[in-house]
């Protein structure tokens, strides 16, 4: 059974499940330097988190010093020295270089500064509600050891949480029709289906900065899209 409290759904058990059995599934980390000539990317939605040293604390712990690290939810106020900093304590010594928009800082990008390289200044970036364009961040780098050129791309798609109970559950008839039929409940904007058809608009916007006739990728094949 499924329960509303406080703009968030739950799931309630109403029927007993039996005997449980322990899972034998744990957490895992991966070192991200186990081959030179091989490049590591890592993404992070971080959740506008402002403890610099708990989320460096992660992202070392499970991934080493990942040559490619994009964040995600970066709250505005967010010190991209600081969190620096403190990931330089926890991976003892190593540094990055990052990628923001003059704008804001919401799909930064952190790179290794002795592994990538921007082959070309050039960024593309922007948000803009009305026409489904996501917050996001791509540059043009370079993958030093093996001199090869790429796109990249970070972009924070819409979520899909604080659907409308009603809607959610068929009661706003009909539904078809009021899939992004939005309001202002518990103090942000609720929409029925959680926002899945705009993330699908969003996209198809990515997709333009790939393959479109103002293309911001250089190679369709040789871009990478995180978030």
């Known amino acids: 059974m499924a329960q509303f409290n ?8 109403i029927e007993h499940f039996g005997q449980l059995v322990p899972s034998s599934i744990g957490p895992t980390s991966k070192n991200c330097k186990e081959d030179p000539f091989t490049m590591s990317v890592a993404t992070y939605n971080i959740d506008f988190s402002l403890d610099y040293e708990e989320l460096a604390g992660e992202i070392v712990t499970n991934l080493g010093f990942p040559d ?3 964040l995600q939810d970066v709250p505005f106020d967010f010190n991209l020295t600081v969190f620096d900093q403190e990931i330089a304590k926890a ?25 990538i390289s921007q082959y070309d200044d050039t960024i593309s970036t922007g948000y ?25 791309i970070n972009v924070r798609f819409a979520d899909k949480t604080f659907a409308f109970p009603a809607g959610k559950f068929g009661v706003n008839q009909p539904v078809d029709e ?25 996209s198809n916007v990515v997709r333009s900065l790939i393959e479109g006739a103002g293309r911001f990728v250089s190679d369709p094949n040789k871009v990478i899209v995180l978030g």
């Open 91 to 115: 991976s003892g010594g190593n540094t990055y270089k990052v990628i923001q928009s003059a704008d804001d800082n919401y799909t930064p990008i952190f790179y290794n500064p002795w592994r």
């Open 178 to 202: 009021l899939q992004e039929s939005c309001s202002i409940e518990f103090g942000s904007r609720q929409c029925i289906n959680g926002n899945v058809d705009r993330g699908l608009e969003e």
């Open 68 to 70: 490619i690290l994009a």
């Open 6 to 13: 406080n703009g968030v759904y739950g799931i309630l058990a």
């Open 128 to 152: 803009d509600f009305n026409t489904s364009v996501p917050y996001h961040l791509a540059a043009k780098l370079k993958f030093l050891p093996l001199q090869e050129k790429f796109d990249i």
